[in-house]
DNA sequence: TATTGTTTTATGACC
DNA sequence: GGTCATCCAAACAATA
């Protein structure tokens, strides 16, 4: 499995070089930005960003002290900017003592162990705030609202929704972390608001958003990953818990109460997707390679399962609500299917069904009740499939072109079956109806000053939609 | 068949 | 308000 995509042990350190000198500008620019703020704020252009992460600007894990010197590129004999790869890798290859000095300089995401949260942070003051609020609310169980308990059921709610009364406000506004958000999540949870996302340089950041209404921001950075984060995985049972998996290869753990970031998983392949099953807290379901797909069992400490289902990366894993055997993978070799656990062959996986596309598949996510797939590809349409088996497959023209810089498309469902939203590349978020077949509904707003691309429903709130873009901004629309 | 090159596109920092 | 650097997508064309 997995041979031609898989990173060489030189690719991962060019990378990582490159990864690390995209922090240093960060932090540069960063820092320089404090002092714009403070003497510009009233710009012309409505700047509604005023939450924004901090980096700490002497964070030193271990051994990095005057070390930024050692990092600059001029040391490193490079360019100021360089043009293209080739220059580096030059660079890298010619001088291993640099390459070994740069992998020393951060040891932190790079250590095969466990990684304390406070090597992990990046922030200013500390975090524990933060750990404490998680400890707080995963101790105080979620009100369990029935989806068709009557009265303010999900259900309830969603029929009365308006469409046009969601609303962008600016406190609910936030750089969370820098650069692309590959990845955003709410804490699963009724009485939060609380939001963790994973971005391409390897940070987790999150935004307690209801603590950023104090004088305090709410926000708080960690790098426990030396690459893009491919997939972030909470269990509502156990909220202190949040799996991180990223491109390099790694799975951590984030354990709130241990304040440690375990290393759980790691392999010479990347990893592009990660999920969990409902209610089940002791496997991982995640991507692996060229169209590898784990199951990773807690109780055996190793891989319990590993077939080969797709021909090319799977971008995502989800399970059905209404039976937790059935799972959807999308994949990039133009496909989506719907697996049964029980019954795939190891050596020629079957899938129930599959969901042909002309282009690279970025998602397949079932609705809430679990008898719809939302389909998202590079074809430029939404699927919608539905039917007792499956059966009827529906395409929904929608532009997905986002290019490079944007993480591409993907379609997600609302709170119940009705309403399945998307980005916009007009920065706009269209709300397609799967009954109606066609966009129903386009939410902006001038607060949104990026293309959101990357979205997640709160489980409990009805109507609050997380945007995620990237530049590492978070937009959560609300209802009133 | 497998690898390599080219093109596309939005964002934020900085001037 | 314009310029500049970004740089683990993906499709396709061209080459080995």
Known sequence: MASSQKLTEYERKRLENIRRNDEMMAAL?????????????????????????KLSPEKKPRTQSPIVIRRSLRTRGMP???????????????TPMAAKTLTQSNPSARDLGPLS??????????????????????????????YENGGDSIKGVCDRLELGS??????????????????????????SKMIVV?????DVGFWDVDSSMDK??????????????????????????????????FIRLMDAEKEVFDLVYSSNDPIYSLSQRPYDIKCLYFSEGRGGFNIWDERVGKCSTQWNLHEDRINSIDFNSENSNIMATSSSDGTACIWDLRSVNVDQPKPLKEVRHNRAVQSAYFSPSGSSLATTSMDDTVGIVTGVNFDNTLMIKHNNQTGRWISSFRAI??????????????????????????????????HMSAIPCRFDAHPYNVGMLAGA?????????TLG
């Open 216 to 249: 305090e921001d709410g926000i708080y950075l960690y790098h426990p990953h030396p690459g893009p984060i491919s997939g972030i995985s909470i269990q509502q049972q156990c909220l202190s818990k949040i799996f991180t998996s990223c491109y390099f290869g």
């Open 469 to 477: 873009t990237s530049g590492g901004q978070v937009y959560i629309w």
């Open 117 to 146: 949260s406070r090597d992990a942070y990046r922030g200013t003051g500390s975090d524990k705030l933060l750990m404490e609020r998680i400890l707080s609310v995963s101790k105080k169980p979620s009100e369990d609202f029935g």
């Open 80 to 94: 100021p900017a360089y043009s293209d790869f080739k220059a580096l890798d030059d660079t890298v290859e010619a």
């Open 166 to 191: 969601l609303s962008l406000n600016p406190e609910n506004i936030a750089r969370v972390v820098p650069g692309k958000i590959m990845n955003v999540r709410f804490l699963p949870c009724s009485n």
């Open 198 to 202: 994973g971005n391409k340089f390897g």
């Open 413 to 446: 469902w609302g709170w119940d079956d009705s309403h399945v939203f998307i980005g916009n590349m007009k920065r706009g978020v269209d709300i397609i109806s799967p009954a109606q077949k066609r966009t129903i509904f386009t939410l902006e707003s001038p």
């Open 29 to 53: 620019k960063i820092h320089s930005k404090a002092t714009e703020l403070s003497a510009s704020s009233s710009a012309k252009r409505q700047r509604v960003v005023t939450k924004s992460y």
